[in-house]
């Protein structure tokens, strides 16, 4: 099991540039979940998934988006990247059953920087 | 107000020294509860989760308050290696999230 796995782990943006930060897991979770965490403070969510083709919005999704066409794969999508969105981005994945959420498993982040 | 609240610390203890960190968390409804640990620049990761009846692994003890809505860590004989941020994490019966708390800092010195 490799777990949650994220790709690039690091990446340098120029203002105005996209790019799609991705993530997978092999645990057969069916939420995901991408969070930002700017220096020395908090996970903020960014959108979340329960299933395939099924998203939603978290807290900060401006400026984001995603899609889950497998159970496996979360992609997010930066669009018009701005010096704001540097951060470091994590994904998780965790089971849901009965309404009751398990342990949430993180990948090891992905640092971006926008100048 | 926060759906979960930490005292950011830093707790700065000596070796072998006993540390309590409390978490308070604000809807009744909260449903599961977990202490993950963060170290610096890596990713979160689970280090217990919260029963009702309390639970202990080695060094770690956590408890669950439903009455005072809190939940809470000791750490017995901390370890150079126990620094960290430890996160409390809250999740509520069928809502899809997970409320973290913004973390508590853990340094421990020589």
């Known amino acids: 099991n490799a777990g949650v796995t994220q790709t690039p782990k690091f990446r340098i943006l120029k203002i105005g540039q996209s790019m799609t930060l991705q993530c997978a897991q092999d645990m057969n979770h069916n939420y995901m979940y991408w969070y930002r965490q700017d220096p020395g403070m908090g996970l903020k969510l960014i959108y979340y998934?329960?299933?395939?083709?099924?998203?939603d919005k978290g807290e900060v999704p401006n400026g984001y988006n995603v899609s889950r066409s497998t159970t496996e794969d979360f992609p997010l999508r930066l669009e018009l990247a701005a010096p704001s969105q540097t951060s470091v981005y994590f994904c998780a994945s965790s089971v849901g059953t009965s309404g009751l959420l398990g342990e949430q498993f993180f990948g090891p982040g992905t640092r971006l920087t926008v100048l | 107000r926060k759906e979960v609240e930490q005292d950011p610390g830093p707790f700065n203890v000596p070796e072998g020294a006993t540390v309590a960190f409390n978490c308070t968390y604000s809807n009744s409804a909260s449903q599961s509860f977990f202490w993950y640990r963060q170290d610096c620049r890596k990713e979160p990761k689970l280090l217990m989760s919260?029963?009702?009846s309390g639970n202990e692994d080695g060094r770690f003890t956590a408890q669950l308050n439903r009455a005072s809505q809190y939940i809470s860590l000791l750490i017995r004989d901390s370890k150079l290696s126990d620094s960290a941020t430890y996160l409390c994490v809250v999740t509520r019966y069928n809502f899809n999230k997970f409320y973290f708390g913004s973390g508590t800092k853990l340094n421990v010195k020589p």
């Open positions: 919260v029963y009702s």
């Open positions: 998934s329960v299933g395939a083709g099924i998203t």
